[in-house]
């Protein structure tokens, strides 16, 4: 992976399917709220120089009012016929009744041109391939999702099943736990230099930080409060890993951002696994 | 753009805006329709203007008709409310002549002393049951004598 190139997959998970052991050690109320659990897993290589950038970000944001979404294909190879290509597209964002879903989207004709689908999205923060005809098991043009306006918001690039978008937001009404996870360095040569790393952030931007970014009323820039947890790998000797604690928590309409930055000016592989509970309060 | 592209967009958005459910979210699709509207050939946007107008003046139609439909609620649900204090109010007049005339009834009915005097007066028509003195109403012999005779019987 090239230098500033990054892929994230996210998926989200619903109690039932994680209820079993990982959830032992949670408090009572919070399993009576049936938490679901966002997974993220980025493989990325940060620039060549010391900088954080956002990791994967999705093409556009919503109005987070609610309203329903178009999906479409550059190909006419993609579509509900058996012989194409990619016959369907989920998304994982925050419905209209402020809860984060994923929903498949499925083609309606042969060659996927505009279909609006019935789903209100106040948010989407990821896409992925699920459904696919015995032509290929990937897509064969650009598929998208976009507001009626034709705004891409997150995209499949044609050969690929998982879109762009690694940021998400804490629904209202939810509150959100970073579960723990684990940032690994990634050597292609067996050894590891001694002046270089890879450090990540989780930033955090909650209502009140998000007013700064403009308007009336909006705190002065140097009231801001952007936050973040900072995760470094680095040097030659040690562990090559660092497990991310958990137990951090989030309010509701919090925007997290994930981004990352080489130590010094060398862009080094690496993986990062993150999981976040999300509960309704 | 293909103009038949924009068309359906246009459309798409005017039933987008004709159903949504909330204020907020009719203004992020009108922003759709005017976005659109505005890529169509200036010769085609009258058309849509008028199908925008229609539908406006088809949904004041509507908001009109349910105005006279919740009016003539209301005008009926006076009605039965007089026709039910009318009702109570015939009840009460009603009560109130059976309460009087019992009243009356018992007025008119005299007292025994009344119709001691009575009889005695008619039994004896040349004699009076009472005979005033110094301002005072006083028994006559005769007719003391006949209610000691009553009593007796």
New interface residues.
């Given amino acids: 992976m090239a230098a500033g190139d990054n892929e994230c997959r996210m998926r989200l998970y619903e109690y039932r399917d994680i209820g079993g052991g990982i959830l032992g050690d949670l408090p009572e109320h919070i399993k009576a709220a049936s938490p679901q659990l966002l997974d993220i897993y980025i493989v990325a290589t940060p620039a060549d120089a010391a900088g954080f950038l956002e990791i994967d970000p999705p093409t556009s944001v919503l109005?987070s009012?609610?309203?329903?979404v178009e999906t479409i294909s550059s190909s006419a190879d993609d579509g509900n016929d058996a012989g194409d290509h990619l016959q369907g597209i989920s998304a994982i964002g925050i419905n209209?009744s402020n809860k984060m879903v994923t929903v498949q989207m499925l083609a309606t004709s042969a060659a996927w041109t505009?279909t609006?689908h019935t789903e209100?999205w106040k948010n989407i923060f990821h896409s992925f391939g699920s459904k696919w005809g015995t032509g290929d098991r990937d897509p064969a043009g650009a598929v998208d999702i976009r507001?009626?306006?034709?705004t891409v918001l997150v995209e499949l690039v044609a050969g690929d099943n998982e879109g762009n978008g690694a940021a998400f937001v804490v629904p209202h009404g939810h509150a959100c736990m970073l579960y723990g996870g684990r940032l690994t360095r990634i050597t292609t040569t067996g050894a590891w230099a001694n002046d270089e790393g890879v450090a990540i952030r989780i930033v955090y931007i909650d209502t009140i930080d998000a007013l700064s970014e403009g308007g009336a009323g909006a705190p002065a820039p140097a009231d801001r409060a952007i936050n973040w947890l900072e995760y470094i790998v680095a040097g030659q000797y040690g562990n090559q890993y660092v497990d991310i604690p958990k137990g951090f928590i989030f309010p509701e309409d919090t925007q997290i951002i994930h981004q990352d930055s080489s130590v010094v000016d060398g862009g080094e592989p690496y993986t990062l696994h993150l999981q976040y509970l999300i509960w309704k309060k | 753009m293909d103009i038949e592209?924009v068309d359906?967009?246009v459309l798409?958005?005017q039933v987008?805006v004709d159903n949504a459910?909330?204020e907020?979210?009719r203004?992020?699709?009108q922003?759709?329709l005017d976005?659109?509207t505005k890529k169509l050939p200036k010769a085609q946007r009258p058309e849509i203007i008028a199908k925008k107008e229609d539908a406006k003046a088809e949904k004041i139609l509507e908001e009109n008709a349910e105005i006279a439909r919740l009016e003539m609620i209301a005008i009926e649900k006076a009605k039965a409310e007089a026709e039910e204090l009318a009702e109570a109010k015939a009840l009460k007049i009603a009560e109130l002549e059976a309460k009087h005339r019992a009243e009356l009834a018992a007025l008119d009915e005299p007292e025994p002393e009344e119709l001691n005097e009575i009889n005695f007066e008619l039994l004896y028509p040349n004699k009076k049951a009472y005979r005033t003195q110094n301002g005072e109403r006083i028994e006559t012999i005769a007719y003391k004598e006949y209610l000691n005779k009553t009593e007796s019987e």
């Fill in positions: 109005s009012v609610g309203e329903v209209g505009e609006l209100i507001t009626v306006g034709d | 592209y359906k967009k798409k958005c987008l459910t909330s907020a979210q203004e992020v699709y922003g759709y976005f659109w």
